[in-house]
């Protein structure tokens, strides 16, 4: 219902359809717990606390960096684990800012996008930062598709978004009774848009079509776009040396599905 409310006003040329769909079924969500199940929604905020953890942080994980594990695995364990961990980002940061950068029709004729080594630079630095401070990784998030679909363009998005992320440090426990229900929909609206990018795909011909097919549904199913990219990539080098194309694939595929191959067994 709440996509199906998202897509009606977005056929209306309503401005911020996906978070006007939100709210509705966020407020539906809360009527539903409080007549039928009579729970107060808003109760948690009673005892919750307003104060940014900054305090918490920096006696508990902000530069509390531990690398004693690293002397329990052997060198070529950990030099592959090193490399994979930066193949996944790499991919996943790169397969999201293709995918919005497509939907918001920035891409250039052929199909590479303006600007990627400031955005992949921009990627890396805050993943870094991230990890120094012990948060969850700062990198690029699919998520960032509904903003372009709002019709962000520019980089005062991102600014915008990031003061509002800092102001949700005041107001965390606000955000967190918004209900994963609402947002979810949103999100699978946004993604179910950007299929439309699979026009481009020649579905007559199996060897580009069936490694598409594979990326598609490993990304939901292992919940990583770099592990779909990486199964993608490995099927169709596969696919290529069985069809006496092996000439036609470049060295950095063979090398790129080589270190995914590796990834995936050690990780079995």
């Known amino acids: 219902m709440t996509m199906a409310y998202i897509v009606a006003l977005e056929h209306r040329k309503v401005k911020g359809s996906v978070l006007c769909g939100i709210l509705s079924a966020s407020v539906v969500y809360w009527a539903g717990e409080a007549v039928f199940f009579h729970v107060n929604p808003f109760a948690g905020l009673q005892s919750a606390s307003f104060a940014p953890p900054f305090a918490d942080m920096v006696h508990t994980t902000l530069f509390k960096l531990d690398f004693v594990g690293f002397t329990e ?71 960032s598709a509904a903003g372009v679909e709002a019709g962000g363009r520019t980089g005062l998005t991102a600014a915008t978004a990031a003061v509002l992320f800092l102001l949700c440090m005041f107001i965390a426990p606000v955000a967190a009774i918004i209900p994963a229900a609402a947002t979810s929909s949103a999100l699978i609206y946004v993604g179910i848009l950007m299929l439309s990018n699979l026009r481009h795909i020649d579905f007559t011909d199996i060897s580009e079509m069936l490694p598409v097919a594979v990326m598609l549904l490993a990304m939901p199913i292992s919940g990583s776009i770099g592990h779909g990219i990486g199964l993608a990539l490995i099927s169709y080098a596969v696919i290529q040396i069985c069809t006496g194309k092996a000439k036609s694939v470049s060295a950095l595929t063979y090398v790129l599905s080589a270190i995914f191959l590796i990834k995936f067994f050690l990780a079995v």
């Open 73 to 143: 695995i052997g060198w070529f364990t950990l030099i592959t684990l090193v490399i994979s961990f930066c193949i996944i980002d790499m991919f996943d940061t790169i397969g999201t800012l293709v995918g919005t950068a497509s939907r918001a029709n920035m891409l250039r004729d052929d199909g590479t996008m303006p600007q990627m080594k400031e955005a992949l630079l921009s990627d890396a630095v805050g993943t870094l930062t991230g990890s120094l401070t012990g948060t969850s990784t700062v990198t690029t998030f699919v998520e």
